[in-house]
């Protein structure tokens, strides 16, 4: 059984992050369908059943290239917002130590240690100078 399962998957695509991910909205909603009820559960119920079936059209596609496109691009979009939450993150940690401000010129996120008062802050990325109360 186990090699005809093989068999049939050689040269599909299979399981990816993005299907993981498809998988895990899926679950998602089928509880809020649970909790909905009603009509607005049969919408969500009807969306689950096309959100699976895309799960399993991309399990089993051939097409290889276009499936690791599309997760590429996934994993990319991923990247952004995982390093978006971890920045905001650190700024959330160091609040109490520094304060952040952004160049007016380039719009590049400067950190500087807070209790100094009103100072004069200088880009170290474009050379531009402003004031600001640490």
């Known amino acids: 059984m186990r090699q005809r399962l093989a068999q049939f998957m050689a040269g599909r695509n299979g399981n990816d992050q993005l299907n993981v991910f498809l998988l895990v909205i899926d679950i ?3 509880f809020a369908g649970t909790i909905a009820g009603g009509k607005a559960g049969a919408i969500i119920y009807i969306l689950v059943l096309l959100l699976l079936v895309c799960i399993y059209f991309r399990m089993f ?13 996934f994993m ?18 160091q609040r109490k130590d520094y304060k952040f401000f ?3 010129s380039c719009r590049t996120t400067l950190r500087v240690p807070r ?19 640490s």
């Open 28 to 30: 998602i909603l089928v």
């Open 61 to 73: 596609s051939r097409n290889l290239y276009r499936r690791r496109e599309e997760n590429g691009k």
């Open 76 to 93: 990319r979009i991923k990247y952004r917002v995982s390093a978006w939450l971890r920045v905001r993150h650190e700024r959330w940690v």
């Open 102 to 104: 952004t160049c007016p």
């Open 115 to 133: 209790g100094h008062g009103k100072i004069k802050i200088v880009c170290r990325k474009c050379g531009c100078s402003f004031t600001g109360k």
